[in-house]
């Protein structure tokens, strides 16, 4: 189902020949290669464009691996962003019981139902298709309890912590992003790369890296290797009210990130001697750096201000 009619090419989709399983002569589900791929774009008429961030994975194996890893159990209801051309809608669709995928795209949109159908005959009853920019979203149907994507590398972090945010269904997920996108986002404090998506992607969930996808099994091939970043929502989460505060303070401290706290927030505090007693109160030191704190430190620091 799509969310807004669009008129669906009559087109029959291409089809590869059916792959099986190592030494064991088993068929494995039909999912897209590179010829598949090519031909689906033709179809919907379209070439990538780095506009979109558009990279579409045309290595079925690579699908396969993807979809493993975000552990999904048969029951699932999941959540996709940027579907393209299905090769991971078909992978989903084979682990999880339902899907929505959510596409900008008319022309993607508008094929995915009918590439679902062609390799996966019945199965688009389990299937909507949400017509939008993720980043519009405010509410998902169904209460999705996963989230697996190949997100846009240009919108990436914006878009998986808007998610988060409007659809607190979510348990869990693995997504697909730039692999210093994904090393900022599981960064701890201390390191180098930690800083604001660490921060509040760490508010949200525990995060961890499940691996490197290489750049050759991407149609176009991008200029660097891509990162999967695994997630776990909280099973004790800070009030959700409290999260515009504690994202304040994360902005503050690490828009001057080579500067003290007491300098770095003393904007958002009123003044340094401000930004310094909020510090104290929260049991942080005020010549602390923000790299060096922790996301329960900015919950701390936050409330601190509150209680003034």
């Known amino acids: 189902m799509v969310t807004e009619p669009h008129s669906t090419s009559s087109q029959t989709p291409p089809s590869d020949s059916e792959p099986t399983a190592p030494d064991s002569g088993r068929a494995l589900p039909e999912l897209l290669g590179a010829a598949d791929i090519r031909k689906l774009a033709e179809l919907a008429g379209v070439r990538p ?4 961030g558009q990279n579409f994975v045309i290595d079925p194996n690579t699908i396969r691996r993807i979809v493993a890893a975000a552990g ?3 029951d699932e209801h999941v959540l996709e962003v940027g579907p393209g051309l299905g090769s991971l809608s078909l992978g989903i669709l084979d682990a999880a019981d339902r899907l929505t995928a959510v596409e900008i795209e008319d022309s993607f949109a508008a094929q995915l139902p009918s590439t679902v159908e062609h390799y996966r005959p019945g199965a688009t009853s389990r299937l909507d298709v ?3 920019d993720a980043l ?3 509410a998902v149907e169904g209460e999705p309890t996963a989230l697996v994507a190949n997100l846009p590398y240009n919108v990436a972090v914006p878009v998986l912590l808007h998610l988060l945010e409007v659809v607190p269904s979510l348990r869990h997920g693995l997504v697909m992003v730039q692999d210093e996108v994904a090393d900022r986002l599981v960064a701890g404090p201390g390191s180098r790369t930690y800083g604001v998506p660490s921060v509040k992607l760490a508010w949200w969930s525990r995060a961890s890296k499940a691996g490197i996808i290489g750049k050759n099994v991407f149609w176009p091939a991008p200029q660097i290797h891509s990162g999967l970043v695994r997630f776990e929502k909280r099973e004790d989460p800070w009030p959700l009210e409290e999260r515009r505060n504690v994202f304040a303070v994360v902005d503050a401290a690490f828009a001057q990130r080579r500067k003290t706290l007491r300098a770095a927030l003393s904007g958002w505090a009123g003044g340094g001697p401000a930004a310094e007693e909020i510090l ?11 790299e060096a ?3 329960d430190d900015f919950v701390a620091i936050a409330a601190a201000r509150a209680a003034l």
Request: charged share 30%; glycine share 8%; hydrophobic share 35%.
């Open 293 to 295: 704190l922790t996301v």
């Open 136 to 138: 519009k979203v405010q």
């Open 280 to 290: 104290v109160r929260a049991g942080v030191d005020p010549k602390a750096r923000g």
């Open 49 to 52: 464009t780095k506009q979109r």
């Open 72 to 74: 999904l159990s048969e």
């Open 130 to 132: 949400v017509h939008s």
